[in-house]
T-cell receptor, first 109, second 112 residues
């Protein structure tokens, strides 16, 4: 079993829909990262969080440390949100990142 | 955008040949990382560096070596490339451990 599991693996939705991508992990962590990989391949860090909730524009990330679960939400989704969203966790014994396999999101106009 | 470049961006080579990929940063960040990305896998750490001449292995380091003789450059070498090393390679940098990583544009390597 992978230490970081993302769901769903693939998600297709219509423009305007509210999107939720989930990340569950099985190790103790010091922080969790959400990243976005564009269709062209570039990777951008979106959030780093260790508790609670963070918001940036239409993106919201939440984490529940007790349940070892995080969600990434996109409100009013748009075709330009189409990308692979990756969850990664920092183990609490070292700072190396453990990566999820990613969720491929397609938003149709 | 963080100043981080990778060269070459694309390379096709033959099995058994040596290959060196370069990561160059202009941010003066202490940490540099090499990852590979393959279908069905998340990013996997190959090697990382926490300072000039200070490097350590990641989870998939077999068949790879690295060097960091200057803060700005981190080299990844495949001494004798194999087809299993066909992948997209990403370099990343961070100011310190446990903070955001900034990624380079990636290098697509094909080993025939």
């Amino acid at each position: 079993k992978n230490e970081v599991e993302q769901s769903p693996q693939n998600l297709t939705a219509q423009e305007g829909e509210f999107i939720t991508i989930n990340c569950s992990y099985s190790v103790g962590i010091s922080a969790l990262h959400w990243l976005q990989q564009h269709p062209g391949g570039g990777i951008v860090s979106l959030f780093m969080l260790s508790s609670g909730k963070k918001k940036h524009g239409r993106l919201i990330a939440t984490i529940n440390i007790q349940e070892k679960h995080s969600s990434l939400h996109i409100t009013a989704s748009h075709p330009r949100d189409s990308a692979v969203y990756i969850c990664a966790v920092e183990g609490d014994s070292n700072y190396q990142l453990i990566w999820g396999a990613g969720t491929k999101l397609i938003i149709k106009p | 955008d963080a100043g981080i470049t990778q060269s070459p961006r694309h390379k096709v080579t033959e099995t058994g040949t040596p290959v060196t990929l370069r990561c160059h940063q202009t941010e003066n960040h202490r940490y540099m990382y090499w990852y590979r990305q393959d279908p069905g896998h998340g990013l996997r750490l190959i090697h990382y560096s926490y300072g000039v001449k200070d490097t350590d292995k990641g989870e998939v380091s077999d068949g790879y070596s690295v060097s960091r003789s200057k803060t700005e450059d981190f080299l990844l070498t495949l001494e004798s490339a194999t087809s299993s090393q066909t992948s997209v390679y990403f370099c990343a940098i961070s100011e310190s451990a446990g903070v955001w990583q900034f990624f380079g544009p990636g290098t697509r390597l094909t080993v025939l």
